[in-house]
């Protein structure tokens, strides 16, 4: 069974970090591309980072230069570092291995 778990997520204030984490189980991880995806209220789902199983890596415009996607194929887990945190970040993150996904975590960014 495929399972992927997120964690991390929370309130943070604007120009704070966070650092969110999916551990996956039920398949071979490091055989697939993970990506991260976020979701705001009233708005589509879109994709933020993926990273290859070797750590190529694509990230979205809106968060080059503030988020960072890595790996550790040893211990199945994907990996999304938040800095330089806005408002706008605020939504629901999803982990997805391009057939299953995660149960999300949820980001606020406010004072």
């Known amino acids: 069974q495929v399972q992927l778990v997120e964690s991390g997520g929370g309130l943070v204030q604007p120009g704070g970090s966070l650092r969110l984490s999916c551990v996956a189980s039920g398949f071979s991880f490091s055989d697939y591309v993970m990506a991260w995806h976020r979701q705001a209220p009233g708005k589509r789902r879109e994709l933020v980072a993926t990273?290859?199983?070797?750590?190529?890596?694509v990230y979205s415009n809106s968060i080059k230069g503030r988020f960072t996607i890595s790996r550790d194929n040893a211990k199945n887990t994907v990996t999304l570092q938040m800095n330089s945190l806005k408002a706008e970040d605020s939504a629901d993150y999803y982990c997805?291995?391009?057939?299953?996904w995660g149960q999300g975590t949820q980001v606020t960014v406010s004072s």
């Open positions: 990273i290859t199983s070797r750590g190529m890596t």
């Open positions: 997805t291995n391009g057939a299953a």
